[in-house]
């Protein structure tokens, strides 16, 4: 690995992580707010339900690593809530193997070190007009509605609680705008741009108002290599330089 060594976030899921570095995508939004503070490791899997995660637990986290992750952001339930499918197959998890799977990861991501913090993510609705009029030559109709979507979130959510494990209940939280059907997803299912801030924004909130040790906020990490030099660029007197390492005026959301 390069150097410095700094704190490890991953983000641990299905295709809504896979695809958070995508259409403006969350993973990359944290990307920009963390570089050269934290590096944001993606570890994301489309069409993953929790029981593939399950099988890979071990191999994606490793108990005897060197160097183990300060967060892990983990999202499964989209697709474990999806209706089951006449064959068997597919990736339905009935609601109660659900809630155990993810108690198996929470323990598992507990057991890495004392301060490798989880917060997870709890199922967004979908857009159910959408997804029904995205017929596929390839794949059998999708089963996907809010009722289902609710049941698995909430289950989340309590099993957070439960587990004294920070949740981002998406749930709700994308469904506090009022156009979000059509403004939060890409294809009724997936975040768009709009959807992922306000993924960012949750996410931000909780670790800002988190009572880790040490603090995992953007603004409390420090900056890698901010000390002045010479040879930052040179301010308008003539005779000193601006260090830009804290600048974010370029960025088009200033987040708190």
Request: hydrophobic letters at 40%; proline letters at 6%; charged letters at 25%.
């Amino acid at each position: 690995m390069v150097g410095p060594t700094r704190p490890q976030f991953v983000l641990f899921g299905s295709s809504i992580v896979q695809l958070s570095f995508s259409h403006g995508g969350w993973g990359a939004i944290l990307s920009d707010i963390y570089a050269r503070k934290a590096d944001i490791l993606l570890r994301g899997y489309f069409g993953w339900n929790s029981r593939r995660a399950l099988q890979v637990l071990d191999q994606v986290f490793p108990k005897d690593a060197a160097i183990q992750p300060s967060l892990v952001i983990a999202y499964f339930g989209g697709n474990d809530s999806m209706g089951p499918h006449p064959s068997g197959l597919g990736p339905h998890v009935p609601l109660p193997e659900y809630i155990e799977s993810m108690r198996k990861i929470v323990i598992h991501l507990q057991s890495l070190s004392e301060e490798t913090r989880i917060i997870l993510l709890s199922c967004p609705p979908v857009n159910e007009e959408k997804i029904r009029g995205n017929i596929s030559q390839f794949l059998s109709e999708l089963v996907r509605t809010n009722e289902l979507c609710q049941r698995y979130s909430d289950a989340c959510v309590k099993l957070g609680q439960e587990m004294g494990v920070k949740v981002v209940d998406l749930f709700t939280a994308l469904q506090k705008r009022d156009d979000w059907m059509d403004a939060c997803f890409t294809d009724g299912i997936h975040l768009s741009a709009e959807g992922s801030k306000i993924v960012v924004e949750e996410i931000l909130k909780v670790i800002k108002e988190a009572d880790w040790e040490p603090c995992l906020h953007w603004k409390s990490i420090p900056t890698e290599f901010a000390e002045d030099s010479p040879y930052d660029l040179v301010a308008a007197d003539g005779k000193t330089t601006l260090n830009p390492s804290e600048w974010t005026f370029y960025r088009e959301h200033h987040w708190d």
